[in-house]
Structure formats: structure tokens, C-alpha cells
């Protein structure tokens, strides 16, 4: 867990100094809003605010969406990349190993899935 923090951390210093993008989406906001930690929510907030592109949920992203449920992903994590593959983001990162094993088996055109390991080694 140590390493995966770590990695997710450079990787948000990657994004500060421009090297990478960070996306925000509508999905993100709705998450963001419902979380019940105070500081949790402050610090993602603090977070997607340095997002320097936004995905709406628009109904490309929800017939997506629908497409991913199919294969096997959770509604809200469907949602999730998603909205992704719509702003054609290169990369969706993700902690959560049933979502990347189910994401790596659908159809996610450009977008690559990978855990914050293997992006902050791809991106070093």
C-alpha cells in the first residue's frame, strides 16, 4: 500500500508540473459530494479542482457506460472510465483490482488501464 501511495502521489506531482493531465468528470463531482469523510472530501476536492479538462455525463458516456456494465463493471465504475474513454484520456488509473482485471477485458479504444504503479513507471 505504501508503494501504491507513493505512486500516486509522484504521479500528482506529474500532473502539477504539466507533464500530465488530470480529467475531471461529472461522475468525479457526484463521488466527490457523497463522500462522508470531511477531509477526505477536501483533499479530492483539492485534487480534481487541478483537473484541466472536465467530462460531462452526456449520453455518449452513458450508452458507454452500458457497453462496460455488460462487460462485467459495476454501474458507478462504468461510469467512471467511461467518461474517460469520451475526454480521451491516454490513461485511467485505478486502485481497485476487480475494476482494472474487468476494464483490461472491454473495449477502452486509446485509453489504457493501469494501476498507479505501471503509471508512474510509464510516465517516469
Do not use: W
Request: include cysteine.
Amino acid at each position: 500500500m505504501a508503494l501504491e501511495a507513493e505512486a500516486i502521489l509522484g504521479i500528482l506531482r506529474t500532473c502539477q508540473v504539466g507533464r500530465l493531465e488530470l480529467i475531471g468528470s461529472e461522475v468525479l463531482q457526484f463521488e466527490l459530494r457523497n463522500n462522508p469523510d470531511p477531509v477526505r472530501r477536501e483533499y479530492a476536492d483539492g485534487v480534481l479542482k487541478r483537473a484541466t479538462i472536465f467530462q460531462p455525463t452526456t449520453n455518449q458516456v452513458e450508452l458507454r457506460a452500458g457497453a462496460l456494465k455488460a462487460a462485467g463493471l459495476k454501474p458507478i465504475d462504468a461510469l467512471h472510465l467511461a467518461s474517460a474513454v469520451e475526454a480521451s484520456a491516454d490513461y485511467f488509473c485505478t486502485c481497485d483490482d476487480r475494476l482494472m482485471k474487468r476494464a483490461r477485458s472491454a473495449d477502452t479504444g486509446r485509453t489504457r488501464v493501469l494501476s498507479p504503479v505501471e503509471l508512474s513507471a510509464e510516465v517516469a
